[in-house]
């Protein structure tokens, strides 16, 4: 069965630190796709990346970076010289080929930067 | 990406009556979805909206209760019905813009519906 976990229920950094947040997924799949989505206090959720699970190259994007690793089921979040603005849930995302589209999310990681 | 609108944006409603939630996208897309997010809580997949035929809807969700339209490719509804406090959630549509079903869903701002 399909699952992500979020560990990481809660964190809390002063700006301009360095934060990694992590995400671990289940598939019997070998063709799948992996999101993350950003969910600030307004609500919406804002998409960030997706990744296939063919690609396995990591990237990055301004601050943000997201490590692929296969061999240990992870697809975690580095957000570089971490803002006040980057307060927000973060949701790691799991779609699996044959599912229609379905996205299994995580619980959720709250970030909070303080200033 | 898509533009995509909900309507209503808020709502509190009472206890025993439905509420009808629209989505509104600004170009035609295949793939459409409805997820809820009850309070502090992660996002669950209710149904997936075909256009022209029923909805899709998870183990767990039944037409009933989330009844569903889809009349052509940029608009949908959802419907709660008979609503109860446990339904208080926020509940978002989401596209797919390129057609097929492993696309990147773009979510819609939500519906905040408190149930009294």
């Known amino acids: 069965a399909q699952k992500v976990t979020q560990a990481q229920t809660e964190i809390s950094v002063v700006e301009k630190e360095d934060v990694t947040l992590d995400c671990v997924y289940e598939?019997?799949?070998?063709?799948?796709?992996l999101f993350w989505y950003k969910q600030p206090p307004s609500g919406e959720l804002v998409f960030l990346i997706r990744r296939n699970s063919f690609d396995e190259q990591n990237e990055i994007s301004g601050r943000y970076s997201w490590n692929f690793q296969k061999s240990t089921s992870s697809f975690n979040f580095t957000i570089t010289a971490s803002q006040v603005v980057d307060s927000a849930v973060y949701f790691c995302a799991l779609s699996e080929a044959h599912q229609g589209g379905k996205l299994i999310f995580g619980q959720g990681t709250e970030l909070s930067v303080k200033p | 990406s898509a533009v995509i609108s909900q309507k209503p944006s808020r709502d509190i409603c009472q206890r025993g009556t439905s509420l009808t939630i629209q989505c509104q996208v600004d170009?035609?897309?295949?793939?459409m979805f409805w997820y809820r997010q009850q309070p502090g809580q992660s996002l669950t997949l209710i149904a997936t909206a075909n256009q022209g035929s029923e909805a899709t809807y998870e183990s767990g969700f039944v037409i009933d209760k989330f009844p569903i339209s889809r009349p052509n490719l940029t608009f949908s509804t959802l419907t709660v019905s008979n609503m109860s406090p446990e339904d208080s959630s926020i509940y978002l549509c989401s596209v797919g813009v390129s057609g097929i079903s492993t696309d990147t869903q773009y979510f819609g701002p939500g519906t905040r519906l408190t149930v009294l």
């Open positions: 170009s035609q897309v295949t793939m």
């Open positions: 598939t019997r799949d070998t063709t799948y796709y």
